[in-house]
């Protein structure tokens, strides 16, 4: 669909103008994720790492718990992705399942879960830290990650919100997701071998 003023001949704009209205719409999330990055980041920053972190039974270590359950996480992204494109009709299959849109829910809601212990180990044991490269753009990436997906929430059900913001904010949550699976489970796994 061609960009309001522009005729059929000519390329569709990407992105349709914005009024100030729809944008303001999106501004009270934007702040509470900048909040919530910066809130978390200078926690981890403040608070002394002790560490220790919990242990779940059946795993070697803190550390293994919490790379299988990024691994988890990650995995869970990639379903999320794989729905919404189906969902958006950037991929042709499954069109129209009834099952595509509670897959997509319930696979991002499983995907958050268990991030969370993976950050509580993270800010809790380790601390938001910058003693090489990988380690702080993992910390960087751990801040970002709860403030896209924060955004991501409270836009789902305001209304007015631009089309575009929802895939944009899905696509940064899941980019955000994949750094930190390559940055930690990822690293660990080819560093130390996969192990439980």
């Known amino acids: 669909m061609p960009a309001p003023g522009a005729s059929a001949d000519t390329p569709a704009a990407v992105f349709a103008p914005t009024s100030p209205k729809t944008a303001a719409t999106l501004i009270v999330p934007f ?10 980041g200078v926690y981890g920053k403040l608070h002394e790492p002790t560490g220790v972190a919990v242990n779940l039974a059946g795993f070697s270590s803190p550390a293994t718990v919490k790379v299988w359950l990024a691994t988890l996480a990650f995995l869970l992204a990639l379903v999320q992705l794989f729905t919404a494109l189906v969902m958006y009709g950037k991929l042709h299959l499954f069109k129209d399942a009834p099952w595509l849109g509670p897959v997509h829910r319930w696979s991002g809601r499983l995907a958050f879960i268990a991030s969370i212990p993976v950050a509580l180990h993270c800010l809790y044991a380790l601390g938001f830290d910058d003693y090489n490269t990988r380690v702080l753009l993992h910390s960087l990436l751990g801040c970002f990650f709860y403030g896209a997906f924060a955004a991501k929430m409270l836009i ?18 899941f980019t955000a997701l994949s750094g930190l699976f390559v940055t930690s489970a990822l690293w660990f796994f080819t560093t130390f071998g996969v192990k439980l």
């Open 31 to 40: 702040l509470v994720a900048c909040l919530i990055a910066a809130g978390i």
């Open 156 to 173: 789902l059900t305001r209304k007015g919100v631009p089309g575009w913001a929802l895939p944009v904010l899905g696509g940064l949550v």
